[in-house]
């Protein structure tokens, strides 16, 4: 293998061969003379004119999106550290053993609980020079950074947490055992469990990124249009280098280098390791992600080697030793920590005689105290110190560390590291002689908890550096001044119906959002998302209204700019167009949804998109909205599996309702009329932004148009609980035999055939119908769990009755429900429908075909609810079974065609 010679170039971070070395010296030192004596400025100037004129020339360069396996930072660039190392690293010590204790100690009385040791042991001294130097708390001098950490490093807060003072030792015991008394520390960050403590959660592998990138963007958004201002805060977003293989975790990384977000900073802890084995075993994931960050418009910090090295870099004068370490593999990186020193000399260093002599006056201890620059304070500040200064692009700083950092036998940078739950006896005392932790031999089988006395230099200088960044993290503060929301009467003219005029319940949401739009209380406060669909939802007239926003403005004239609802871009425009990008628009969604808890202003998000790309697309997301306790309103546009008609089997939607359900605090509803949209709407508006209610709303509209009856009287608890009558729908009694009669319960635009279904029962069958508007069959099956756990639970008092006993319960004739969702949409209340009940829904996959033939064929037309409510009679014994097999001829209906849901 060529050895170089003179200081070999590299080429796209590769060495390269160097036929004319001395040359090369020229070049070389002309280059270092030029930033020497007139700047780096007009030596990046000069480079860049160079590779110009080389593609002018044809000589086809490479691409030059990684550089060299060295630290960005030179050591001579490095700035002084600011903090006392020694009392620094002692808090660090204490930091290790609690967060290592919690989690063996947990362990050692239930192998269930499970937790992580070696995550945070990789990343404990990054957090750290953040803690004591970079991330500041909300506080009065502002609202402070935003924190993604990364999840399994819960354990490491949390001991710093007993250190501050805010946690006890109980809490520590009470580990992933959050329901022992007086409550527990959940797993992983999850503010639905820990409300005051965590902010963001995280440990859904690659969410954090796309989230981060979107905070960040609504960030800039708040600050453009006046809402909030920034002030220098920073979104931080600690991810594994495993974790960067999921694709949300490189999804949008172009968004915040298109946008310029210069608050975000992304660690990246590469310490090479995922939870089988290597990352990257026969590569180096650091120059992958370089080259991929550095492509997306980033600024890339490479923090590699530790302060160690700097002179074995210093006294490599033939480049050998920056070669061995281009060509070594991350693989070997890895065997190279687990095997220890002398393997590293024989296996790393030996590969080359000037190597082994380069290193002959360290002893095998001292080579494997070669520290990664992860896990060197000095590095690590410099890193932080260079991305919280740099403008005009998001820095992303790769973090070379290693995975179990101190555990040694337990599993410093073995495969099974990550799977380590607790450590032998002789593995807490070596991690307490290496780290140097003042526990007793005698005490160290109970593994206790480590504090400094509260007047110890150590408790006075953690305090002391908090203090200076505005307080304790991690926090959550809701503290938003609540909003003032308009009364239900200042939506009358929505509550009057269209009159003769036909227009879809989406229509009729544009409607109620251009008003909110208006409101002098809460316009300002409202956030329309749209994934590049606001012509399909009629709402191109916001467009020039509320301008669509840019951190840019508008540096061009848009094609359409004569006409009335012309596409305009602004710096304070209030629309978050997201392109194509549902995921994209969904976080920006979760990042207005909690901006009353993250920036102190509340925000009233509306997103509309397609309903069957969302929560099929992107439920991960969705749950994780839940658990931030986020607040706004999703609008599932052209819902429906038949109501959408041509688009066929990819968009029609039959089951989003039944995915909203499984979120415990999602409130979702199907309405089919203007006044219902606007009394779900304006209470939900209460209920998050003056109750204070930590729910989110789904709601559902379709793109099929119609007249829109008038508000009657009475029916807002019906509407909010899912269940009302439509009144007029059952003609009155005739004298005589009373006619049979049947419950028609419906919702969105399949009502209008549940009315149809009606009157052709009437008309040809002689069979009365009462017709309800089910709203929401989950929320009617929230409510009649919650009944029946309650008569569970009090056997000695009067039992409870569901809301839909209440409104079922006296009323005559079997129950049908037909919806343009699922069977399972509906049935949802089976437990509480007394009598017969027989549900009609959209089960199979969609096709392209008129409304009409959709709803044939998926047996939910006006045909076939009266059929369905015929035969419900017929199985009762209310009517003869010859009557439904006539009524099915002259319905149209074929009892032998293929069931829907198998073709």
């Not at 520390?185 to 592998?205: N, Q």
């Not at 201890?365 to 403008?391: Q, T």
């Not at 706004?632 to 990819?650: D, K, M, S, V």
Request: net charge negative.
């Amino acid at each position: 293998m060529n050895k170089p010679e003179g200081g070999l170039p590299e080429v796209g971070g590769q060495l390269a061969h160097d036929d004319d070395p001395l040359e090369t010296r020229d070049w070389l030192d002309a280059l270092r003379s030029l930033a020497q004596v007139e700047g780096e400025p007009r030596a990046r100037f000069i480079l860049e004119t160079l590779r110009d004129e080389a593609q002018r020339l044809g000589l086809n360069l490479p691409h030059g999106l990684t550089t060299a396996y060295l630290n960005t930072i030179p050591t001579a660039h490095q700035p002084a550290y600011p903090g006392d190392q020694e009392l620094e690293g002692r808090i660090r010590a204490a930091l290790r053993w609690n967060a290592m204790a919690m989690v063996t100690r947990a362990n050692r009385e239930s192998t269930e609980l499970g937790g992580h040791i070696a995550s945070y042991a990789s990343l404990a001294t990054i957090y750290e020079v953040g803690f004591n130097h970079f991330f500041h708390a909300p506080g009065e001098a502002g609202a402070g950074d935003l924190l993604f950490f990364q999840g399994h490093t819960s354990p490491g807060m949390y001991a710093r947490a007993f250190l501050e003072g805010r946690l006890s030792e109980r809490d520590l015991n009470n580990f992933r055992q959050e329901l022992a008394d007086g409550g527990g520390l959940s797993s992983y960050p999850h503010p639905w469990l820990m409300p005051e403590f965590w902010s963001l959660p995280t440990v859904s592998m690659g969410l954090a990124s796309m989230m981060a990138i979107y905070q960040a963007r609504f960030m800039a958004y708040l600050d453009a249009r006046g809402l909030a201002p920034m002030d220098g805060r920073k979104v931080y977003a600690f991810l594994g280098d495993g974790e960067m293989d999921e694709p949300e975790s490189r999804g949008a990384l172009a968004v915040a280098g298109r946008e310029k977000l210069d608050n975000l900073i992304f660690i990246v802890n590469c310490n090479l390791q995922r939870l089988d084995g290597p990352v990257r075993g026969n590569g180096k994931i650091i120059q992958e992600l370089e080259g991929e960050f550095r492509g997306n418009g980033w600024n890339v910090i490479k923090v590699i080697w530790g302060s160690e090295w700097d002179d074995l870099l210093g006294r490599d004068r033939s480049g050998l030793l920056r070669q061995r370490m281009e060509e070594a593999l991350d693989g070997e990186y890895q065997a190279y920590k687990a095997r220890g020193g002398k393997y590293t000399r024989e296996r790393f260093f030996g590969k080359y005689p000037e190597l082994l002599r380069l290193v002959e006056h360290l002893s095998d201890d001292d080579i494997y105290r070669l520290r990664r620059g992860g896990n060197d304070p000095l590095k690590i500040y410099a890193a932080f110190d260079a991305a919280v200064r740099h403008r005009g692009q998001p820095t992303v700083i790769l973090f070379k560390t290693v995975k179990g950092y101190g555990m040694g036998s337990a599993g410093e940078g073995q495969n099974i590291t990550h799977q380590q739950k607790k450590m032998t006896d002789e593995q807490v005392r070596a991690f307490r002689d290496r780290f140097r932790v003042p526990i007793a031999d005698d005490q160290l089988a109970s593994i206790p908890y480590y504090k400094p006395a509260e007047d110890s230099p150590e408790m006075q200088y953690l305090r002391a550096r908090r203090e200076a960044l505005g307080g304790y993290l991690p926090a959550r503060r809701a503290q938003a001044p609540r909003l003032t929301i308009p009364g239900l009467p200042a939506f009358e003219k929505l509550l009057e119906g269209t009159g003769e005029r036909d227009i879809s319940t989406t229509m009729a949401f544009v409607r109620i959002l251009t008003q909110l739009t208006k409101d002098p209380n809460i316009g300002q406060h409202l956030v329309p998302i749209v994934p590049d669909e606001a012509r399909t939802f009629g709402m191109e007239g916001l467009f020039r209204q509320l301008g669509i926003y840019s951190p840019e403005g508008q540096l061009y004239e848009p094609e359409d700019a004569g006409h009335f609802m012309f596409y305009r871009e602004d710096k304070k425009g209030q629309i978050l167009e997201e392109g194509i990008n549902e995921a994209g628009a969904f976080c920006s969604w979760i990042a207005a949804g909690t901006s009353y808890a993250t920036h102190g202003v509340s925000m009233i998000p509306f997103y509309i998109f397609y309903s069957m790309f969302g929560f099929q697309r992107i439920g991960d997301f969705a749950w994780a909205a839940g658990d931030m306790r986020t607040r706004g309103f999703l609008i599932g546009g052209t819902a429906g599996r038949t109501t959408l008609a041509g688009e066929g089997l990819q968009h029609q939607d039959g089951h989003s309702h039944l995915l909203a359900a499984t979120i415990p605090n999602c409130v979702a509803y199907d309405p089919a009329y203007m006044y219902e949209l606007a009394v779900i709407i304006q209470d939900g508006m209460r209920r998050m932004y003056e109750a204070d209610e930590s729910v989110y709303y789904y709601i559902t509209v379709e793109n099929e148009n119609y007249v829109h009856p008038p508000m009657p009287d009475g029916v807002t608890e019906g509407i909010l609980r899912g269940l009302y009558r439509l009144p007029g729908t059952a003609p009155k009694k005739p004298r005589g035999k009373a006619a049979p009669r049947v419950q028609l319960l419906s919702s969105g635009a399949i009502l209008r055939e549940t009315l149809a279904a009606a009157d052709i029962l009437s008309r040809d069958f002689g069979v009365q119908a009462d017709v309800w508007s089910a709203t929401s069959f989950n929320e009617l099956r929230r409510d009649g769990l919650s009944v029946q756990r309650w008569n569970r639970l009090h056997p000695m008092e009067k039992p409870r009755k569901s809301y839909v006993e209440q409104c079922l319960d006296g009323s005559e004739g079997p129950v049908i429900a037909a919806t343009d969702y699922m069977q399972a949409y509906a049935d949802q209340i089976r437990p509480w429908v007394r009598g017969r009940y027989e549900v009609l829904g959209t089960d199979g996959f969609g096709r392209s075909d008129t409304r009409r033939r959709l709803r044939q064929f998926f047996e939910v037309s006006r045909e076939h609810i009266a059929y369905a409510a015929l035969k419900a009679l017929a199985d009762e014994g209310t009517l003869p079974a010859k009557t439904v097999a006539d009524a099915a001829g002259k319905l149209g209906i074929d009892p032998e065609r293929p069931d829907p849901a198998t073709v």
